[in-house]
């Protein structure tokens, strides 16, 4: 009893910083947890008559209809390779431009840089892809331009081998600024002591970036790291925003997802809710156990990791 008041008379005494979490809290409650409750279709044939809870169970056959699908297997492997790119090509260029911005020394030239790297991330990706139809389309201004001088038009939209590159670019445009915003904050944070120290000794700006800003950087650097390979089979991880507002059937076999994937499936085609469930818990899991992976590949390799 005594240790129940003890936790109760901390809770008055810290009230406004419960205060200030409590709509993060209820957040997570509403749109995070309360839905875990509808993982049940995973398990049921839906009948909207009986609700899900009243629905009949039938066991594993709503993942043994979706590993039969061959487009169910092109969308896990294009989730899969469109992950790993952003994994090896979008995610260091942050961190290579935080480096490159924090030599700039004259501050009005650096906020500058900042504004003009950061400000794409504000636009919607429906903005982004309708500037990107207007520009790359069958009636774009690449095409006018290629008219204009008597060559062949072409529509990078429609064409499956093309069609990642331009996601890949087209995502670093967009968020790469934003995605700077970590590790600047993380290198702001260094001892200014370090810097003239090291200048004292004599290292230069390539050597202090080597051996004062980047070991610094690190241990942040391999949080974002594992977050993102747990993040690989999600709509983060994938894109779903960015490929649904871009995508095109002639582009399926190369550019289909599993969350693009559920979506035709539920909303366009009309399939079984039991089946599109399956698939987003079947990713679930697999996210799950690539971010245990992770941290654990981390740790061993002497950082610190996630928990």
Known sequence: MNRHNGVWKRVVEHKYLYVLV??????YVLFEYMPLYGLMLAFKEFNFAKGIWGS?????ANFREIFRLDDFWTAFRNTIIIAAGRLLIEFPVPIVVALLLNEVRRAGLKKFYQVVYTFPHFLSWVIVSGILVNFLGSFGVLNQLLELFGLEKTNLLVQPDTFRGLL??????????WGTIIYLAAIAGINPTLYEAASIDGA??????LHITWPSLRSTVVILFILQIGNTMSSGGGGFDQIFNLYNPAVYEKADILD??????TFSIGESYGTSTAVGLFKSVINFVLLIAANRMA???GQEGLY
């Open 22 to 27: 409590s709509p993060l809290l209820v957040f």
């Open 56 to 60: 009949e169970w039938v066991g594993l």
């Open 168 to 177: 890949y670019g087209s995502s670093l445009w967009k968020d790469m600024g």
């Open 204 to 209: 230069g700006r390539w050597q202090q970036m």
């Open 260 to 265: 693009t994937y559920v979506y035709r499936r």
């Open 299 to 301: 740790k061993r390799m």
